[in-house]
């Protein structure tokens, strides 16, 4: 089944304490992306990765790390979380390239919580 | 990329037609109109995408304006399980870069 996973599904952490939200897609995707998900403010994007070593900025990158060494992986990284990082996020990915079929599917979402 | 406008909440009856309107008005020519929806906290889910003509799936229908500027996303029979936030959002043919969604529409379907 064509899909986008995340792990881990809900985790409460404490401030600074280093964790990292898996992303794993097995449809050959070429894109991935992660968002994060705040009452009233939508889905803002993070950062994205257009294939394996490139990834970019998003709209709210600040305090997050990515890493993109396999296609299929894209781990979001916290390395000292604080409380304002306490969100909704989603990983997604999309095939690029082909005109008018770049749909993004996302995976079920991390809910995190810092304390 | 565009930005794009959505009202914050519409309400439908139950069988009716939904009209979710969009404004991208900064639209560019080689920019997609997507919408996507997501149903309480699941991941967004893709429903529809065009470029300048109007278009149909099983899922609703996409009319875009001939100026490009706006488009609405027309779910023909709403049904409760139509109840979502529904997005739209402007990505360029050919691949995606920096992708904005916004804030959406709060669909509530009324029986």
């Known amino acids: 089944e064509a899909q986008v996973t995340q792990n881990p599904r809900y985790l409460i952490t404490v401030t600074g304490k280093k964790l990292t939200v898996t992303c794993s897609q097995n449809m050959n995707h070429e894109y991935m992306s992660w968002y994060r998900q705040d009452p009233g403010l939508g889905l803002r994007q993070i950062y994205y990765s257009m294939n394996v070593e490139v990834t970019d900025k998003g709209d709210v990158p600040e305090g997050y790390k990515v890493s993109r060494k396999e296609k299929r992986n894209f781990p979001l990284i916290l390395e000292s979380p604080s409380p304002n990082q306490t969100s909704l996020y989603f990983c997604?990915?999309?095939?690029?390239?082909?005109?008018?079929?770049?749909?993004?599917?996302f995976g079920a979402g991390t809910r995190l919580s810092v304390l | 990329d565009a930005k794009t406008t959505q009202p914050t909440s519409m309400d439908c009856a139950e069988g009716r037609a939904a009209n979710l309107p969009c404004n991208h008005s900064?639209?560019?020519?080689?920019?997609?109109v997507y919408w996507y929806r997501q149903i309480h906290s699941q991941g967004p889910q893709y429903i529809i995408h065009?470029?300048?003509n109007n278009e149909t799936n099983e899922m609703a229908s996409l009319i875009i304006t001939e100026d490009r500027k706006s488009s609405t996303l027309i779910l023909p029979h709403a049904t409760l399980r139509d109840t979502a936030v529904y997005y739209c959002t402007a990505i360029p043919g050919g691949g995606y870069q920096k992708v904005t969604f916004g804030t959406g529409t709060k669909l509530q379907v009324i029986p």
């Open positions: 997604a990915s999309s095939q690029t390239g082909t005109l008018a079929k770049n749909i993004q599917y």
């Open positions: 900064t639209i560019s020519g080689n920019e997609y």
């Open positions: 065009g470029l300048k």
